[in-house]
């Protein structure tokens, strides 16, 4: 990296961004250790509902679109290869998806969306009324209007973050728990590895991947990414025989897994690190999912749980070099870490390698925030140009 050769690396953060990471690094031959503050994938990584939807409500240019769509399209690959490697399955489904117009005004959204989208050469197909009823018997009576998006799928994230641990111990990765990290070490104004309580580990680079908890990590005159987390809660009902395929209506979703539970969600609260399920919020995905799929009524609650998703100071990811030699960042995903993990993986691994991402990453530039190190000589990156902000459901 920056014209020095790179083999030991240190990941800080065990959920799935962290996980990609660290087993894209050990297939490469590099040595890695991956500290977790908890347990593996426990935090936002198990709380999602693993839709791969890069195309739900696109109906404009994005800067994160083309990652997006790239991540989507790398999973069938990506979730053999953890299938193979690991003996879990991550249930990666693949009927598409449908977005429902529900309310008034809706269908209109739906042509913009559908004329956008196919001006960039996505597939895309508005549906109406029987054709709409045969991709979804179950939907009310008076959804009439659809979208539906062939490529769009989704994922077991609970299987697949399991897959993802014991695939990169498998590659050769050091996963450790219980693990806090408590400030970078930084020397002659590079970034030489981390503070973890009584022990100082050292490192030729450390990757940032601690989700909602990034922003709790810095070091000698250098600032951390700006990192706040966001509660999303989802109920679960089931096992039912509906829907076929995941739903998604307005800011709402609906998530079919494979053994008969169905996810609906989810909420985006600023709530602090405030994890608790609230009634109010349950109570309403329980009869927002109902209303879309009236059969959902006689489905039996399951659970409910919430999640705390990372987000930065403009709700988009930082991914990238840091303002130090030795640091790097894969932060800030919001509700995009689900889909963009196996991407996120070969871009830090490229990074790492001095190589080119391939993608135009300014945009993600963890300098917009102004990172930088005093007295070091180096100057603050200039701001990202694009302030886009993309809710893609995960």
């Given amino acids: 990296m920056n014209g020095r050769p790179i083999d030991d690396v240190l990941v800080v953060g065990g959920g799935i961004i962290g996980l990609a990471i660290a087993r894209e690094a050990a297939r490469a031959g590099m040595r890695v250790r991956l500290l977790e503050?908890?347990?593996?994938?426990?935090?936002?990584?198990?709380?999602?509902?693993?839709?791969?939807?890069?195309?739900?409500?696109?109906?404009?240019?994005?800067?994160?679109?083309?990652?997006?769509?790239?991540?989507?399209?790398?999973?069938?690959?990506?979730?053999?290869?953890?299938?193979?490697?690991?003996?879990?399955?991550?249930?990666?489904?693949?009927?598409?998806?449908?977005?429902?117009?529900?309310?008034?005004?809706?269908?209109?959204?739906?042509?913009?969306?559908?004329?956008?989208?196919?001006?960039?050469?996505?597939?895309?197909?508005?549906?109406?009324?029987?054709?709409?009823?045969?991709?979804?018997?179950?939907?009310?009576?008076?959804?009439?209007?659809?979208?539906?998006?062939?490529?769009?799928?989704?994922?077991?994230?609970?299987?697949?973050?399991?897959?993802?641990?014991?695939?990169a111990e498998r590659s050769g990765a050091h996963l450790e728990r219980g693990a806090r990290v408590d400030r970078l070490l930084v020397a002659n104004g590079r970034v030489v590895g981390v503070q973890a309580g009584p022990e100082r580990v050292g490192a030729g680079a450390v990757v940032i991947a601690a989700g909602a908890w990034s922003g709790e990590i810095a070091g000698d005159g250098l600032a951390p990414v700006p990192s706040v987390p966001v509660r999303g809660q989802i109920a679960c009902l089931g096992p039912a025989a509906v829907p076929g395929r995941p739903l998604y209506s307005g800011d709402f979703y609906l998530v079919p897994r494979r053994d008969g539970r169905v996810l609906a969600g989810s909420t985006m609260e600023r709530a602090g690190f405030d994890r608790r399920v609230t009634a109010p919020a349950i109570a309403a995905l329980t009869a927002a999912a109902i209303a879309l799929v009236p059969a959902l009524r006689d489905a039996p609650f399951h659970s409910a749980w919430a999640g705390l998703r990372p987000a930065t100071g403009d709700?988009?990811?930082?991914?990238?070099?840091?303002?130090?030699?030795?640091?790097?960042?894969?932060?800030?995903?919001?509700?995009?870490?689900?889909?963009?993990?196996?991407?996120?993986?070969?871009?830090?691994?490229?990074?790492?390698?001095?190589?080119?991402?391939?993608?135009?990453?300014?945009?993600?530039?963890?300098?917009?925030?102004?990172?930088?190190?005093?007295?070091?000589g180096l100057s603050p990156a200039p701001s990202a140009g694009a302030r886009a902000r993309r809710e893609n459901p995960s």
């Fill in 315 to 376: 709700d988009l990811p930082a991914i990238g070099r840091g303002a130090a030699p030795g640091l790097l960042y894969a932060c800030g995903h919001l509700r995009q870490g689900i889909l963009l993990a196996p991407l996120t993986g070969l871009l830090i691994l490229r990074l790492l390698r001095g190589a080119d991402p391939g993608f135009d990453l300014t945009a993600f530039d963890p300098g917009r925030f102004q990172n930088r190190i005093t007295g070091a």
């Fill in 37 to 167: 503050k908890g347990a593996i994938g426990r935090e936002a990584s198990s709380a999602a509902a693993g839709l791969l939807g890069p195309q739900l409500g696109t109906d404009r240019p994005d800067p994160l679109l083309p990652l997006c769509l790239a991540s989507r399209d790398l999973y069938p690959v990506f979730a053999r290869e953890v299938a193979d490697e690991s003996g879990i399955d991550p249930a990666l489904l693949d009927p598409g998806t449908l977005v429902v117009a529900a309310r008034a005004g809706e269908a209109e959204a739906l042509d913009r969306q559908c004329a956008f989208q196919r001006s960039i050469g996505l597939p895309a197909e508005r549906v109406r009324g029987g054709e709409l009823r045969r991709l979804e018997p179950s939907l009310r009576a008076d959804c009439v209007e659809g979208l539906y998006l062939p490529r769009d799928r989704s994922v077991d994230n609970v299987l697949l973050v399991q897959g993802l641990e014991r695939a």
